[in-house]
């Protein structure tokens, strides 16, 4: 007999997706830097001290590639969703500035109440869609 899936925990799923697009613009500001910050090493006689690393371009580059590979894994899920889910979400955690409850519903076209249903969808449809499900919560 087959077994059951687990019930996932709507509560704490909807708190990891939350967590997860509210680094959105922060991935966004890093991997948008200009690779002109990149300097050359600098040359000198003096012994190099262990653990301190003179040239700081390979942890930005690292840095960048990383804020890259995350921004680029929300949009993705993002992508999979419905265009109302992707609007409510991105409206809410992407675009430069926050947008209100208010303001979606002004767009959208619907009450402040079926908003906030509708972003409650939103974010367990986010939390199944990012990285193949990885920041659904199980119930045990």
């Known amino acids: 007999m087959i077994a059951p899936l687990p019930e996932i925990d709507e509560k704490k799923t909807k708190m990891n997706a939350r967590k997860i697009l509210s680094q959105y613009r922060k991935w966004e500001r890093i991997a948008g830097k200009a690779a002109i910050d990149i300097k050359s090493p600098l040359l000198s006689d003096m012994p190099r001290t262990l653990g301190v690393s003179i040239n700081k371009a390979e942890e930005g ?18 992508a999979s969703l419905s265009w109302r889910s992707r ?24 009450s402040e109440v079926h908003v906030k249903r509708l972003r409650h969808i939103a974010l367990l449809e986010f939390a199944e869609a990012y990285k193949h499900g990885q920041c659904l919560v199980y119930k045990k």
């Open 87 to 110: 609007k409510i979400l991105a409206m809410t955690y992407c675009e430069p500035e926050k947008a209100s409850v208010y303001e979606i519903s002004l767009e959208l076209h619907f």
């Open 61 to 78: 580059l690292l840095e960048r590639v990383h804020a890259e590979n995350e921004r680029d894994a929300i949009l993705r899920a993002l």
